[in-house]
């Protein structure tokens, strides 16, 4: 009898196809969630928050570039972070308000790529190339570039910037 199931265990291995995740979910029986259904879905949930931090962003970066001081520090949360290239790191909404009170109409217009992004639950973070001018006491204007790390986080209906480093490249 024992001969007889080990040849039929062999038997069932052989004559079954593997489960990988590309065919486990038509296979009936087999342990595990449904794995192609589950990285679609994460994938599906990557896309549209990407797309409601892009918009996020537009909405950002319209406010800097019209000067418009609540808007841009409302894209803020209370405890965001803030590192600029020059300058003191700030912590808190109202610290990145009062910086941009005093520096916003010396600041051209500022542009925000995204290299690569990623969302988990309520956080996100978006890396890439970022650039904007700087007008200086005698009215020289200087074009400061380089990397920005930016990390969401969903506040209600609304990605908020939690922290933000700006990282020049050297001149």
């Known amino acids: 009898m024992r001969t007889a199931t080990v040849g039929l265990s062999i038997f069932y291995m052989v004559s079954l196809p593997a489960a990988t995740p590309a065919t486990a979910q038509r ?9 192609v259904s589950a990285s679609r ?7 549209k928050m990407n797309g409601e931090v892009r918009a996020s962003v537009r909405e950002w970066r319209g406010a800097w570039n019209r000067d418009e001081l609540e808007s841009l520090a409302d894209r803020y949360s209370e405890a965001a972070l803030l590192i600029l290239p020059e300058g003191d790191p700030m ?6 308000k009062q910086h941009f009170e005093e520096n916003l109409p010396l600041l051209g217009g500022v542009q925000l ?10 956080m996100a973070f978006m890396s890439g190339p970022f650039s904007y001018s700087v007008r200086e006491q005698g009215g020289t204007v200087r074009q400061v ?13 609304h990605w ?9 490249e050297a001149n």
Not at 27 to 35: M, R, T
Not at 91 to 96: A, M
Not at 113 to 122: E, P, T
Not at 145 to 157: I, P, S
């Open 113 to 122: 790529s995204q290299s690569d992004f990623h969302a988990s639950g309520r």
């Open 145 to 157: 570039t380089g990397v920005h790390v930016t990390v969401f986080l969903r506040e209600g209906r």
């Open 91 to 96: 912590h808190g909404r109202n610290p990145i």
């Open 41 to 47: 879905h994460v994938a599906e949930y990557v896309a």
């Open 27 to 35: 296979l009936p029986g087999v342990p595990g969630p449904d794995v």
């Open 160 to 168: 908020r910037i939690r922290s933000q480093i700006f990282k020049a």
